[in-house]
Nanobody, 125 residues
Framework: VQLVESGGGSVQAGGSLRLSCTASGYTASTKGMTWFRQTPGKEREGVAAVYTSGERTYYADSVKGRFTISQDNAKNTVYLQMNSLKPEDTAMYYC????????????????????WGQGTQVTVS
């Protein structure tokens, strides 16, 4: 499975961005898709996740009410709509996919994911 992110950029505080993650390859093997973010010197932080087979979603407390994860299975694409952006949202954002059945039990941990994209930078000033 290959993951390609897009949609990052620079935006002023209070603005919005929508990230996209398009998957290719044997996507039927994936059970969950998650957006992570990382800043220099820090570990990757799980931001939002979604089951590939349904609509159940998970969010980090820091983004609840501001970010929305969604998917278009026909396009093999997962989106992250980010509203009311803050400077502390500045990070490299990564898309990840998990194959394990119980991925959701530790969805915020990078270790449960099998595939990663190359990342897209989001800068909020």
């Amino acid at each position: 499975v290959q993951l390609v992110e897009s949609g990052g950029g620079s935006v002023q505080a209070g603005g919005s961005l929508r990230l996209s993650c398009t998957a290719s390859g044997y996507t039927a093997s994936t059970k969950g898709m998650t957006w992570f973010r990382q800043t220099p010197g820090k570990e990757r932080e799980g931001v939002a996740a979604v089951y590939t087979s349904g609509e159940r979603t998970y969010y980090a407390d820091s983004v609840k009410g501001r970010f929305t994860i969604s998917q278009d299975n026909a396009k093999n694409t997962v989106y992250l709509q980010m509203n009311s952006l803050k400077p502390e949202d500045t990070a490299m954002y990564y898309c990840a996919a998990a194959r394990g059945t119980y991925w959701h039990l530790a969805w915020m941990s990078a270790r449960v994911y099998d595939y990663w994209g190359q990342g897209t930078q989001v800068t909020v000033s």
